[in-house]
């Protein structure tokens, strides 16, 4: 059994997901039709107006060996986004959701310890029909449509954590990778401020992005990668 907390308007949803960890029954889900102060990945805000869009965490305890929780959590979303609305999303390593060239949905998993369990927090946030992106978010896109948001936190929650319940890494890499649209494309990225380019060629079975470089093949774990337009 799910405990499910909903705001209206709220900083954000991880934000007070870990400050309340240790007063929290396990699972919760914690909803806001608005976030004040949405953190995305890397330091980024993550814009999230009142309405238009969702924004939840998911606080759960993870099974031990389950370090593939973003990746599934990506399928999640893209699984929940064709049941509520029969549209296909995919998925932009690592953790971004795509509709028609647009971010549509981002995903910020935070782990940490509260009175010695380790905790995880699945952000995520869905822009469902906003319209009005600031300048700087020129990939941002919506959906296109409006479930109850409720019944699609939960029903990505319950995804995931019946992922967590029994998990397979094969199955997981095999639904991510059905879904990650980059493989085959030109792609730049940057690591300790050097600007690389290269093909995304796979992911390994850490999830891990596999690129081929003029300087080499190079594995990338973490970090931001942009698709070359030609
Ligand atoms: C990203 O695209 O960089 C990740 C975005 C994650 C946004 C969600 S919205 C719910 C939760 N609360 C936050 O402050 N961030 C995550």
Request: with cysteine; proline share 3%; charged share 20%.
């Amino acid at each position: 059994m799910i405990n499910i907390i909903k705001f209206d308007s709220i900083t954000s949803t991880n934000d007070w997901a870990k400050e309340n960890a240790a007063d929290l029954p396990l699972p919760s889900l914690i909803t806001a039709d608005e976030q004040t102060a949405g953190r995305g990945r890397l330091g980024k805000k993550f814009y999230s107006p009142g309405s238009t869009g969702l924004y939840f965490s998911l606080i759960f305890e993870a099974e031990s060996g389950f370090d593939l929780i973003t990746p599934a959590s990506a399928v999640c979303v893209c699984d929940a986004i064709k049941k509520f609305s029969g549209k296909e999303t995919g998925i932009k390593w690592v953790n971004d959701i795509f509709l028609n060239g647009k971010k549509v949905a981002g995903i910020l998993t935070e782990r940490f310890s509260s009175n010695g369990r380790m905790m995880t927090v699945v952000g995520i946030g869905v822009n469902f029909t906003t319209g009005d992106f600031p300048e700087d978010l020129p990939e941002a896109g919506s959906l296109g449509f409006m479930p109850d948001k409720t019944a699609f936190a939960v029903n990505v929650a319950e995804s995931l954590l019946s992922i967590n319940g029994n998990f397979s890494r094969d199955d997981i890499l095999s639904a991510y990778k059905s879904r990650l649209f980059i493989i085959g494309k030109e792609i730049e990225f940057e690591i300790n401020g050097r600007r690389y380019s290269g093909t995304a060629e796979g992911i390994n079975s850490g999830c891990n992005l596999i690129v081929n470089t003029k300087e080499g093949k190079m594995i990338l774990s973490s970090g931001e990668i942009s698709i070359i337009m030609r």
